[in-house]
């Protein structure tokens, strides 16, 4: 892959930030898998989820199996926090540029894997629902919390906020190659 072709092309994304991490830096734990159960609505829901994502322990294993981890970060700004669907209007913006990225990998050769925002909502109802296999799961990208990711560790790793608090939402993939 060529490193410097692919950074020429991150900067030309509306990125607040990307970053080049060892997988083995990243934190797992269970406890994320806690809260997913105890809170998420999306739960048992869709292959994108806990427990179709499998258990922690085979989503580290997963994640460990790649080099390198690419992560990227957007922000949208001026949002009323307080609006959960203003809020989550500013996920779909963030799963395209995510979308572009990965094909960036692609072109450079890699194969990506990829974990991006919430839950997948690519079809009205996801075959989890009925026992049948993701239809797409070359597009599909699991959270980064269903794998027991500890984002805020890396983050604070490298010298940024979780939360902008205020007016900003952030959002952050994983793109494993
Ligand atoms: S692509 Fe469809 S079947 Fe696969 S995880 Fe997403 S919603 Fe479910």
Request: with cysteine.
């Amino acid at each position: 892959m060529d490193q410097t072709r692919l950074e020429e092309k991150l900067a030309e994304l509306p990125l607040y930030t990307y970053f080049f991490i060892d997988p083995r830096e990243l934190t797992f734990s269970t406890r994320v898998r806690t809260v997913c159960r105890q809170e998420c609505p999306m739960y048992g829901k869709t292959w994108a989820c806990p427990p179709g994502v499998g258990s922690v322990e085979e989503c580290r294993e997963k994640c460990l199996n790649y080099r390198r981890c690419l992560v990227i970060g957007t922000a949208a700004e001026e949002v009323d926090i307080t609006d959960l669907e203003a809020t989550l209007a500013t996920r779909e913006p963030h799963e395209k540029i995510t979308n572009r990225v990965r094909d960036l990998l692609r072109e450079e050769g890699e194969a990506p894997y990829v974990l991006s925002t919430e839950s997948c909502a690519i079809c009205s109802r996801c075959a989890y629902l009925d026992g049948l296999p993701c239809r797409m799961p070359g597009k599909m990208h699991p959270c980064v919390e269903s794998h027991g990711i500890v984002l805020t560790d890396t983050l604070e790793k490298a010298g940024l906020p979780f939360q902008y608090g205020g007016d900003v939402v952030t959002w952050y993939s994983l793109l494993f190659y």
